[in-house]
């Protein structure tokens, strides 16, 4: 079940399943390096502004599951307007800014999404655009995202499944209506 929090902007409701600290793998296929599995981490938070900010760490893992380097940093903000489009702004800490968009699914926590402008720093690597695909499945947060660079036409690069992370203090707010001594609960 997908919880609305009373302070999140009207606009932002068909974004809510988006909201939270989400861990989890995939893999990446970066033109011009070597196929690896990587680890990541985003966030995605609200402060009552008709925004989410957006925050990604990726990190490259060995054969082990361990962090082997980083491999990627996002941040960025995510709008939807009353059409459902979705737009987003993110930059890239390789040197690259992006504006995306795309749409919500009909029915379903999905959105396609695809750049509308990219610059780059000159000594960023060559990128020309993207799409990605973003869903809420089971309840974990799914992702693939296609690149292509002036050499390379459109093409998968990465994709990753997320799994929601679970702050204690949420749930154990609970816990501070069971009986003094506990047990009466477990009975």
């Not at 600290?21 to 390096?33: E, I, K, N, S």
């Amino acid at each position: 079940m997908i919880e609305i929090p009373s302070d999140l902007h009207p606009d932002l409701v068909p974004l809510a399943f988006l909201l939270g600290r989400w861990t989890g793998a995939g893999v990446a296929d970066l033109p011009g390096a070597e196929q690896c599995n990587f680890g990541q981490e985003v966030a995605f938070t609200h402060d009552g502004r008709d925004f989410l900010e957006y925050v990604s760490h990726s990190w490259v893992l060995d054969s082990e599951g361990a962090k082997v380097r980083p491999l990627e940093t996002e941040t960025g903000y995510w709008r939807v307007r009353p059409d459902r489009r979705v737009e987003v702004a993110m930059i890239r800490d390789q040197g690259v800014a992006e504006i995306w968009y795309g749409e919500l699914a009909e029915g379903k926590p999905q959105i396609d999404l695809a750049t509308d402008a990219v610059a780059r720093l000159a000594s960023a690597e060559e990128y020309s655009g993207g799409k990605r695909l973003y869903g809420y499945v089971k309840g974990d947060l799914m992702w693939v995202g296609e690149k292509a660079t002036p050499e390379t036409p459109l093409r998968p690069y990465m994709s990753a499944q997320l799994k929601k992370v679970v702050d204690p203090s949420e749930w154990a707010k609970d816990l501070k209506d069971l009986p003094d001594d506990g047990i009466a609960f477990f009975k």
